[in-house]
T-cell receptor, first 108, second 116 residues
């Protein structure tokens, strides 16, 4: 059983659609990270959160500590949002556990 | 926001040579930095934890004599791949934990190493 599981593994959306990527974890965490990895490989830290909700532009991340679940939402999706989105949970005294990623393709 | 840089972003080297990758925290101090590697279509795997001024802690199966880590300052950690082989070709990523925090850390963009 993986400590961090993401769904879906692959997601194709039309431009403008609202997108949700889910992350469930089984480990105790200090924080949960959402990362974006572009086709060329470069990684961008999107969010780090330990409770509640954070918003940055068209991106929203939420976390429910009791349910051990986090979601990443993208509003008004655009082809440039096409990337792999990775959830990582843990921190503190624990290593981070990484999900296997969700590959998002936004079609014009 | 907190920024972590890596240099170079990509490098090609010949078998048997050594390659150094730098990880810098640009606007914060980091007492702890982490080094990961990622093979194609796989997730990030922790290689080692680097603490400023002390020896790095390596994960099981990672050769410490092959992957030399130096964390000489609060803003810089380096990973040197010694005597590189084609199987060392991978994407190497660092993250840096903000000094004085228990879990606040930020990721670098990664370095793609190709060994020919």
């Amino acid at each position: 059983k993986n400590e961090v599981e993401q769904s879906p593994q692959n997601l194709t959306a039309q431009e403008g659609e609202f997108i949700t990527i889910n992350c469930s974890y089984s480990v105790g965490i200090s924080a949960l990270h959402w990362l974006q990895q572009h086709p060329g490989g470069g990684i961008v830290s999107l969010f780090m959160l330990s409770s509640g909700k954070k918003k940055h532009g068209r991106l929203i991340a939420t976390i429910n500590i009791q349910e051990k679940h986090s979601s990443l939402h993208i509003t008004a999706s655009h082809p440039r949002d096409s990337a792999v989105y990775i959830c990582a949970a843990g921190g503190g005294a624990n290593n981070l556990f990484f999900g296997t990623g969700t590959r998002l393709t936004v079609i014009p | 926001g907190a920024v972590v840089s890596q240099h170079p972003s990509w490098v090609i080297c010949k078998s048997g040579t050594s390659v150094k990758i730098e990880c810098r925290s640009l606007d914060f101090q980091a007492t702890t930095m982490f080094w990961y590697r990622q093979f194609p279509k796989q997730s990030l795997m922790l290689m080692a934890t680097s603490n400023e001024g002390s020896k790095a802690t390596y994960e099981q199966g990672v050769e410490k004599d092959k992957f030399l880590i130096n964390h000489a300052s609060l803003t810089l950690s380096t990973l040197t791949v010694t005597s590189a082989h084609p199987e060392d070709s991978s994407f190497y990523i660092c993250s840096a934990r903000v000094a004085g925090t228990a879990y606040e850390q930020y990721f670098g963009p990664g370095t793609r190493l190709t060994v020919t």
